[in-house]
């Protein structure tokens, strides 16, 4: 009879943290800021969703090594490391991903006619910063 009570009040306090709004935009933005970065990083690799490589600002590809296709390659393969950073340790993965985003919007900036997506990437950049601070919160305390 013991053990039922145990379990009862194990489960209380399992039941109020997903109930609990912040926590759930914390796996809300964990899990978005997980599959997006490895699915755009992916695509970098086969370009179905667009031509990566013409959001690449001319004087990047003019300082990286090889083609701005190579330099995709190179963007991708650390957006994947980035959506597992934030899938393994959000604390870090987030500011990992709001670092990466602030230079995406730097190279975007310099290309003309892609500052609405810079300033989408801008958005993006405050919820990966959110992440960040969530996780510093929820991360530790996550129900098991």
């Known amino acids: 009879m013991s053990s039922a009570t145990t379990s009862t009040t194990s489960a209380a306090p399992q ?14 933005l964990r899990i978005g800021f997980t599959v997006a970065p490895i699915l755009f990083g992916l695509d970098k ?16 590809d003019d300082i990286v090594p090889g083609s701005a296709q190579t330099a995709m390659y190179a963007v991708g393969a650390i957006e994947i490391v980035a959506g597992l ?17 602030a230079g995406i919007i730097v ?11 810079a300033l989408r990437d ?15 919160r929820y991360h530790a305390k996550r129900p098991r």
């Open 122 to 136: 801008f958005g993006l950049l405050l919820g990966a910063v959110a992440l960040a601070r969530l996780a510093q």
């Open 45 to 60: 690799f086969t370009n179905l969703l667009v031509d990566w490589p013409t959001y690449l600002a001319p004087w990047i």
């Open 85 to 101: 950073a934030v899938a393994l340790a959000p604390r870090f993965g987030g500011w990992l991903v709001a670092g990466w985003l």
């Open 107 to 117: 190279n975007l900036l310099t290309i003309p006619g892609h500052y609405d997506v």
């Open 15 to 28: 039941r109020a943290m997903l109930t609990d709004p912040g926590y759930q935009a914390f796996v809300i």
